[in-house]
């Protein structure tokens, strides 16, 4: 995916939430994203709040959003009812934007434009303009009623600024024996046959269910993103 993609699907859902470290604690705070251009997406708050600073210090964040904000639950059958969608998280790296630089920018960037009227109201925005110049994520399109196909996910990471992602799920080893357990039990559809046996990234939840079936210990615990 672009960037602009990747902007584009955080904006669809608007709403989201970001993580910075404090003295080893995750600090969490509602937000959203201002613009993109090909050096990242940008953000900004006033810089002398703790998420400014803790941006400016850690150079680190992780954002993720809904796009649906119905609470999930169960119908009144006991029936999951969770509506078809997706979730989106990011795991970025952080730079600060001076002033001047924001100020370019602006000259060619709609969004950036906003930026520069912030900075010309609330004094403590102009030096609260940060770009995520490198990031990898993922999309977790979920579709449990199978309303739009036959498997539950579709799970599809990104990466951008040169960073890399891990693949989903767990991997099953050349100790599989075949027997068709693992297979049998994901309810996800996300196991195919083989020699040995493998995982379609895309579909797994990650749930465990076939290393929890698998007699001879072939699968190895998924890598994180
Ligand atoms: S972890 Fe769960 S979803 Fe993924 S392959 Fe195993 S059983 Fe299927
Ligand atoms: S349950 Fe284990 S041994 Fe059986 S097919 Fe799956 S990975 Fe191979």
Same mark, same amino acid.
């Given at each position: 995916?672009?960037?602009?993609?990747?902007?584009?699907?955080?904006?669809?859902?608007?709403?989201?939430?970001?993580?910075?470290?404090?003295?080893?604690?995750?600090?969490?705070?509602?937000?959203?994203?201002?613009?993109?251009?090909?050096?990242?997406?940008?953000?900004?708050?006033?810089?002398?709040?703790?998420?400014?600073?803790?941006?400016?210090?850690?150079?680190?964040?992780?954002?993720?959003?809904?796009?649906?904000?119905?609470?999930?639950?169960?119908?009144?059958?006991?029936?999951?009812?969770?509506?078809?969608?997706?979730?989106?998280?990011?795991?970025?790296?952080?730079?600060?934007?001076?002033?001047?630089?924001?100020?370019?920018?602006?000259?060619?960037?709609?969004?950036?434009?906003?930026?520069?009227?912030?900075?010309?109201?609330?004094?403590?925005?102009?030096?609260?303009?940060?770009?995520?110049?490198?990031?990898?994520?993922?999309?977790?399109?979920?579709?449990?009623?199978?309303?739009?196909?036959?498997?539950?996910?579709?799970?599809?990471?990104?990466?951008?600024?040169?960073?890399?992602?891990?693949?989903?799920?767990?991997? &099953?080893?050349?100790? !599989?024996?075949? *027997? /068709?357990? +693992?297979?049998? #039990? =994901?309810?996800?559809? %996300? @196991?195919?046959?083989?020699?040995?046996?493998?995982? &379609?990234?895309?579909? !797994?939840?990650? *749930? /465990?269910? +076939?290393?929890? #079936? =698998?007699?001879?210990? %072939? @699968?190895?615990?998924?890598?994180?993103?």
């Amino acid at each position: 995916m672009t960037i602009k993609e990747i902007y584009e699907k955080f904006e669809s859902v608007g709403v989201l939430t970001a993580s910075t470290i404090h003295e080893g604690e995750v600090h969490s705070r509602i937000m959203h994203f201002n613009g993109w251009d090909d050096d990242g997406i940008y953000l900004r708050t006033m810089s002398n709040k703790p998420y400014g600073r803790q941006l400016k210090e850690g150079e680190k964040i992780t954002v993720c959003g809904i796009d649906d904000n119905r609470v999930l639950g169960h119908n009144e059958d006991g029936v999951p009812d969770f509506p078809r969608g997706f979730f989106i998280r990011l795991i970025g790296e952080v730079k600060y934007l001076d002033e001047a630089a924001v100020r370019e920018k602006a000259k060619t960037n709609e969004a950036m434009k906003l930026a520069v009227y912030d900075i010309e109201h609330y004094p403590m925005m102009a030096e609260g303009n940060f770009v995520i110049h490198k990031g990898r994520g993922e999309i977790y399109d979920h579709d449990f009623g199978l309303t739009t196909r036959d498997h539950k996910l579709l799970r599809n990471r990104f990466a951008f600024g040169g960073a890399t992602f891990n693949k989903v799920g767990p991997t &099953i080893t050349d100790k !599989c024996i075949e *027997c /068709g357990l +693992c297979l049998k #039990n =994901c309810t996800f559809k %996300a @196991i195919k046959e083989g020699t040995p046996y493998s995982v &379609i990234p895309e579909r !797994c939840d990650d *749930c /465990g269910t +076939c290393i929890a #079936n =698998c007699p001879v210990d %072939a @699968i190895e615990l998924s890598k994180p993103l």
